[in-house]
């Protein structure tokens, strides 16, 4: 088990394991590895969509959990842990003008699709975050970031990437504070786009955007 210190609180996640070993050994010991998949940054005003697929190798990370609950030098820590002990990762990202001309929900599923395909020789079964309908092999749960440590790993790493990439726009575009809010809807964010309209990495299908014609 992982013993480094800590940057934040570590959550218990003897029970995300559980959870992955029991719903492996349900679907039949030759189904298992199990990955996990999640995305980050579906609700954002702007910037990339970013899916992650995760399996998890032999060594627990102590302490992996749904991303949002995770302070950010944790989720950083817990990322390069994950890089360190996965089996295999596969990340896929769409950027603002593929989801306004797809839409977001097909950027999702497709996202977390390919995400999924990355690793498919590495496991033999699959769930994702969420009720997508993603095709027969993988089942989507609500909440699973939350109860899956696969899927929990997944979301820290499609997270920690999205940030860094608002992180990277920031200074590309500056004045609307992607580094602080990351492109989700902030009153910073929103009043950025009132005054000065939006930037090429925004999504203009989104409410609230674009500038009235």
Do not use: Q
Request: proline letters at 5%; aromatic letters at 6%; hydrophobic letters at 40%.
């Amino acid at each position: 088990m992982k013993t480094r210190a800590s940057r934040g609180r570590r959550y218990e996640s003897g029970a995300l394991y559980a959870f992955d070993a029991v719903w492996t050994a349900e679907r039949g010991p030759e189904n298992g590895p199990l990955a996990g998949a999640d995305e980050a940054g579906r609700g954002a005003l702007a910037g990339p969509l970013v899916a992650a697929a995760v399996v998890l190798g032999e060594e627990e990370i102590h302490g992996v959990n749904d991303s949002k609950v995770l302070h950010a030098g944790l989720r950083e820590e817990l990322y390069a842990e994950v890089l360190e002990g996965a089996r295999a990762i596969c990340v896929v990202s769409f950027p603002a003008w593929w989801i306004d001309c797809n839409g977001v929900g097909a950027a999702n599923r497709e996202a977390l699709r390919r995400a999924i395909e990355g690793v498919r020789a590495y496991c033999g079964c699959f769930l994702a975050d969420g009720n997508l309908k993603l095709g027969p092999e993988v089942e989507c749960l609500p909440r699973a970031d939350a109860k899956s440590a696969a899927v929990a790993a997944a979301s820290v790493v499609a997270k920690v990437l999205r940030d860094g990439a608002m992180h990277a726009l920031s200074a590309e575009h500056p004045g609307y504070g992607f580094e602080r809010n990351r492109g989700y809807g902030t009153p910073e964010h929103r009043g950025s786009l009132r005054a000065t309209g939006p930037c090429r990495v925004h999504r203009l299908s989104y409410a609230g955007v674009a500038r009235p014609g």
